[in-house]
């Protein structure tokens, strides 16, 4: 991954709760993603070594780059977390966490709390990019805590050493329901020399318009994806996915979640199978159907009948 990488206004998977786990980035690698972000990984948790906490540092085989996303507000912490997160391979970067807005992250001076705290938010940045041995530092952030500040706060992530920076368009205010300023991240983007990623509320009918409303160097999707990995695919070609790649999608996912969890893989991939089956006829009776299966054959099959 070089300075090419960003002419070629690649698309990012955002880091997703509960969602992107190494089966759906290996999904959407395969149709379209450029790069893939972990989810979210607590420093703390990571520094006391849990097995469910290093899990997080599993990667698809087809991950490349990859970076793992962290969250903290204390140097040192960050630090052992970086020392620790060196001893795993194939990972390319690690990036800081600047804007989660739920509150429990807030209240420990992490997220988007760290917008009220630039100089931390630098001290931060500077520790991964001092002790890290991967090849990228980088941050996401959002345009400010409760008014926008994206300025100061860009040209804090690069007097840091940064890389790249990921820019959510709203503050940490406007949680996910306010309207997206693309202009905010534009105007980031002028005082900055390294490149910027936009995110926030795009799809495959508006990230065009993102693209020139941002002036930003890639995109990154992050809800979009729920229920649509072949978005990727969708913005790249500009062609609506048809109806038997969804259904591949969908059966690749699947067996994804199968290579990954095992059997528990069943269970754990009924929340996409609700997505997925959204808007289409029969989604009740089909979502009522795959939450009482717990056979890997009896899934495939109502797949199989459902998306054909």
């Known amino acids: 991954m070089t300075e090419d990488f960003f002419k070629k206004d690649p698309l990012f998977l955002a880091p997703l709760a509960g969602f992107s786990d190494p089966p759906l980035r290996g999904v959407v690698k395969k149709f379209g993603c450029d790069a893939t972000v972990s989810e979210m990984i607590s420093a703390n948790a990571l520094v006391f070594e849990g097995e469910k906490t290093l899990k997080m540092l599993e990667k698809n085989a087809a991950e490349t780059p990859f970076f793992v996303q962290i969250a903290g507000s204390d140097a040192e912490i960050i630090k052992k977390a970086v020392l620790l997160i060196n001893k795993f391979d194939g990972i390319d970067g690690i ?4 804007g989660c807005p739920v509150p429990k992250v807030v209240k420990q001076g992490a997220g988007s709390a760290l917008l ?20 990228f530092t980088s941050a996401k952030v959002r345009l400010g805590f409760s008014a926008v500040d994206i300025e100061n706060i860009a040209r804090a992530v690069q007097s840091a050493g940064a890389d790249f920076i990921a820019i959510h368009g709203r503050t940490r205010a406007g949680g996910y329901s306010a309207a997206v300023d693309y202009g905010a991240i534009a105007r980031a983007g002028r005082v900055l020399q390294i490149p910027v990623i936009a995110n926030g509320d795009i799809n495959s009918a508006n990230a065009p318009a993102v693209r020139d409303l941002s002036g930003a160097d890639a995109l990154m999707i992050g809800r ?9 695919r969708e913005i790249k070609t500009g062609e609506q996915a048809s109806d038997a790649l969804k259904k591949e999608v ?59």
């Not at 990036?95 to 600047?98: A, E, P």
């Not at 959204?278 to 009948?305: C, D, M, P, W, Y």
């Open 95 to 98: 990036d800081l966490n600047c």
């Open 116 to 135: 009220l705290d630039l100089p931390r938010l630098s001290r931060l940045v500077e520790t991964i990019k001092k002790y890290s041995n991967k090849k």
């Open 224 to 232: 979009a994806v729920i229920g649509r990995p072949w978005i990727f």
């Open 250 to 308: 969908v059966l690749y996912h699947f067996a994804q979640m199968l290579s990954h969890y095992g059997v528990r893989g069943v269970a754990i991939f009924r929340k996409h199978l609700h997505e997925y089956s959204k808007g289409r006829e029969n989604a009740a009776s089909f979502r009522e159907q795959i939450n009482h299966v717990a056979a890997e054959s009896e899934t495939t099959r109502l797949i199989e009948e459902f998306f054909s």
